[in-house]
C-alpha cells in the first residue's frame, strides 16, 4: 500500500537540543510539504519541496531546516532556536508539478520539549 | 497576505440537523480542498473542487466551490454522531500551484 510514513510517532527532547523528524513516501509524489499543527489550531507551513535538491521556505521556516536528497524522504530538523518548539508535525505529499492531487498525510510526529 | 478563513469555528448541533460550514479566500484560485480531522489523528481528503460551480458529494456531506466570490461550502445533512470531527479547507493559489493554504478548522460536534 501507498502512502507516507512519519517517525516517531512521540518525541521527547531537553530544550538546547536538535531533532530530527522522519517523513518517507512511497506515492512517487515530486512534491513533499511539513506542516506544524498547535492544539485547536489549523495548520503552518514550515518548508515544502516541489522537486529534490530544491526546497522552499514556507511562513514559519525559522527555526527549521529541511533537506530533500532523494523523492521518497524528506526530514525536518527542528533546532535549538526554534523558540516554541512543542507541536505536531504533519509532513505531506503530492503529486507536484501541474497535477491536481490533494495532499495526502502522514499520521504525523508529536514532539514535546521541555 | 493570503488569508483563509472558515466560520463558524465551533460548532454544536444536534442529530438529525443541517448545516453548513463556510471557507471564504482572499486570492485567485479554482482549486479548494476539504479535509477531515479526527482527534489526535491526521487529515483524510475529503473533496476535491477544481472549477466554478463545481459541486461534490459523498454521504451527507456536500461542497461546492464559487471561485468568484471566492467562496466554499461544506453542508451537512442531517448530521449524525459519526462526523464529529474538525474539518478543514485549503486553497491551491492560481500564482503558485502546490503551495496549499489551510483554514483554522470548524470543530464539529453533533450530539445525540
Known amino acids: 500500500d501507498g502512502g507516507i510514513t512519519q517517525s516517531p ?8 537540543q536538535n531533532v530530527t523528524l522522519s517523513c518517507e513516501q512511497n506515492l512517487n509524489h515530486d512534491a513533499m510539504y511539513w506542516y ?15 522537486i529534490v535538491n530544491d526546497f522552499q521556505k514556507g511562513d514559519i521556516a525559522e527555526g527549521y531546516s529541511v533537506s530533500r536528497e532523494k523523492k ?10 526554534q523558540k516554541n518548539p512543542t507541536a505536531f508535525y504533519l509532513c505531506a505529499s503530492s503529486m507536484g508539478q501541474d497535477g491536481v492531487s490533494p495532499l495526502h498525510f502522514g499520521n504525523g510526529t508529536r514532539l514535546t520539549v521541555t | ?13 444536534q442529530e438529525g440537523k443541517n448545516y453548513t460550514i463556510y471557507c471564504n479566500y482572499s486570492t485567485t484560485s479554482d482549486r ?3 479535509y477531515r480531522q479526527d482527534p489526535g489523528k491526521s487529515l483524510e481528503s475529503l473533496f ?7 459541486v461534490k458529494q459523498e454521504g451527507r456531506l456536500m461542497a461546492s466551490l464559487d471561485t468568484k466570490a471566492r467562496l466554499s461550502t461544506l453542508h451537512i445533512t442531517a448530521a449524525v454522531h ?31
Open chain 1, 9 to 16: 510517532k512521540y518525541l521527547f527532547r531537553k530544550e538546547g
Open chain 1, 36 to 50: 506544524r499543527q498547535d492544539p485547536g489550531q489549523g495548520l503552518r507551513l514550515i518548508y515544502y519541496s516541489q
Open chain 1, 72 to 81: 521518497e524522504s524528506f526530514p525536518l530538523t527542528v533546532t535549538s532556536a
Open chain 2, 1 to 13: 497576505e493570503l488569508k483563509v478563513e472558515q466560520n463558524p469555528l465551533f460548532l454544536s448541533m
Open chain 2, 32 to 34: 479548494l480542498y476539504w
Open chain 2, 48 to 54: 476535491v473542487l477544481l472549477s466554478n460551480g463545481a
Open chain 2, 82 to 112: 459519526d462526523l464529529s470531527a474538525t474539518y478543514f479547507c485549503a486553497v491551491d493559489p492560481l500564482y503558485n500551484f502546490n503551495k496549499f493554504y489551510f483554514g483554522s478548522g470548524t470543530k464539529l460536534n453533533v450530539k445525540p
